[in-house]
């Protein structure tokens, strides 16, 4: 029974393979002790995470070692998690195994399409999508400042029945996949994209908005002036997105409550709680907070 655990199978399978190369029994087992603990597992692909297989390991790597691993967790391609960098949150995966990096993640009946190696998609925002697909009141209009693939944009238009929403993205690569998960989930009419820097395509969306969703890590600060600025006259609910100190949420929440009041002076906000979406670095969590608009 133990090798169907596939900690215990990724073991066996790559120490027979340094044991067929003539490595020692003291390197093999000191090479042994730095595989990976945890991956990401989804359709046929595994994600290491950036730290496997480096280092000590770099003159044992190889296509015949990327093999090994993708049978033991029986898989047909693996990847290598690597930093989300530049201003257009790129991914920087690496496949290590597999040439076409298209996946696509299933999750609460919905599909999530990417490339791998050009955008983010974080496993740990979950529940967070899910409830994004609950809030939204019929009718209503959207925003996604920061829509990407579509990570909280495609709860709400499968699992709610807003009126429309409006997609902000300005990486071409998420504005192919978003426009990609649209059709495969059948709600692409619900749905305009605009591409380019939101700064400047959301001053065509000025007082359209019930709700606006500020997904930007670590701040979407750059944001608040515009998501105040296509909110309805009435005001209208903010979904906005940040970094706090993990034992500190309310100061990251006052700095959020002073900074929209600049914007807008005699509005009032209801503030509400921060949620906690999950840990972003030791310390620091991913929060999100749902400010009520009103009064303007």
């Known amino acids: 029974m133990h090798r169907e ?35 990401e597992r989804f359709s046929d692909v595994v994600l290491l995470p950036g730290s496997a297989f480096r280092e000590e390991w770099s003159e044992h790597t190889s296509d015949e070692l990327w093999r090994v691993v993708s049978d ?8 290598r998690m690597g930093e989300i960098s530049g201003e257009m949150r790129e991914s920087s995966v690496e496949m290590l195994l597999g040439d076409d990096d ?9 599909e999530y399409g990417y490339n791998l190696t050009q955008c983010m998609f974080s496993a740990g925002n979950v529940n967070e999508r899910r409830r994004m697909g609950e809030v939204a009141r ?6 996604d400042l920061y829509s990407g693939i579509g ?8 699992h709610s029945q807003v009126g429309h929403v409006h997609c902000c993205e300005w990486n071409p690569n998420a504005v192919r996949a978003l426009d990609s ?17 939101n700064r400047i395509t959301a001053a065509n969306l000025t007082g359209v908005a019930d709700r606006v969703i500020l997904g930007l890590l670590p701040t979407s600060e750059d944001g608040y002036e515009v998501a105040m600025a296509v909110l309805g006259p009435s005001g209208g609910t ?20 002073r900074s929209l009041q600049a914007i807008e002076p005699g509005c009032s ?15 620091w969590d991913h929060v999100v907070l749902d400010v009520a608009v009103s009064g303007r």
Not at 8 to 35: F, I, P, Q, Y
Not at 138 to 143: D, L, R
Not at 151 to 158: A, E, I, R
Request: hydrophobic fraction near 40%.
């Open 72 to 79: 033991a967790l029986k898989v047909g391609r693996v990847g």
């Open 238 to 257: 903010l979904h906005i997105h940040g970094v706090a100190a993990a034992d500190d949420h309310d100061s990251w929440t006052e700095a959020v409550g």
């Open 138 to 143: 019929a009718g209503e209009v959207v925003v």
């Open 181 to 197: 998960n649209l059709e495969s989930n059948g709600v692409a009419e619900k749905c305009t994209v605009h591409i380019g820097d």
């Open 102 to 110: 298209w996946v696509v993640r299933r999750e609460s009946g919905i």
């Open 5 to 39: 655990d596939p900690h215990r199978r990724l073991g066996d399978a790559v120490g027979g393979l340094l044991e067929k190369r003539g490595v020692s029994d003291e390197e093999c087992k000191a090479l042994l002790e730095l595989l990976p603990s945890k991956w």
């Open 151 to 158: 990570y909280y944009t495609l709860p709400m238009l499968v």
């Open 269 to 283: 906000l209801d503030l509400g709680r921060p949620v906690m979406v999950k840990s972003y670095a030791p310390h």
